[in-house]
C-alpha cells in the first residue's frame, strides 16, 4: 500500500484535501491536460467539505438536546426518552466521524461555539420557549457534550454506550 492509499484510509477528509491540492499543482503544471483538473479537484474538496458539514449538523441537533434537557424541566418526563435516543445517536455519528477522520477533531473545536449559537435558539424554538432561558454560553463543554455519561440524570449507567 502507497503512502496516498495509507492517508485515505486513516483520515478520508484529510486525504481530500491533500489531493485537491495535488490535483491543482498537477492541473498548473499542464500534466494531463485534457482532464478537468480544477473541478477534478473542486469535486474531491467537496466530500471532504460535506464531512465538515455533517459534524455541523449532528452537533447541533445534540446541543439542541442537550439545552432542552438543562433549561426545560417541565418537558422532561414526555420527551426524555426521545431526547435520550436522539443524543446517544448523533454523540455515536459524530464520534465515529471523527475517528475516521481525525482530522475533524480540530474542526468540531473550532465550530462548537457557532453551533451553540444557532442550537440555542433552535431550542427555544422547539421547546417554544424564549430563548432567554436558554444560556448565551454553552452550559457545557463540547467534551462533555460528547461524553457518553453527561448529564447523569439523562444518561444513567444502563443507558451509557
Known amino acids: 500500500m502507497d503512502r496516498s492509499s495509507a492517508a485515505y484510509d486513516e483520515d478520508f477528509c484529510a486525504w481530500t484535501q491533500n489531493q485537491a491540492a495535488e490535483l491543482r499543482h498537477a492541473g498548473a503544471e499542464r500534466n494531463n491536460a485534457p482532464v478537468d483538473w480544477e473541478n477534478v479537484a473542486e469535486e474531491i474538496a467537496c466530500l471532504g467539505r460535506s464531512q465538515r458539514s455533517e459534524i455541523d449538523s449532528r452537533l447541533g441537533v445534540l ?29 455515536e455519528k459524530l464520534l465515529r466521524e471523527i475517528n475516521d477522520s481525525p482530522s475533524l477533531r480540530p474542526y468540531i473545536a473550532e465550530a462548537f461555539a457557532d453551533v451553540y449559537a444557532d442550537a440555542r435558539l433552535r431550542a427555544a424554538v422547539e421547546a417554544d420557549a424564549s430563548d432567554g432561558q436558554f444560556p448565551v454560553e454553552p452550559p457545557f463543554t463540547l467534551d462533555q457534550a460528547l461524553d457518553p455519561a453527561y448529564p447523569a440524570e439523562l444518561f444513567p449507567p444502563e443507558w451509557r454506550v
Open 63 to 91: 446541543l439542541v438536546d442537550l439545552l432542552k434537557w438543562l433549561c426545560c424541566p417541565d418537558l422532561r418526563e414526555r420527551c426524555e426518552r426521545g431526547w435520550r435516543l436522539t443524543v446517544r445517536e448523533q454523540r
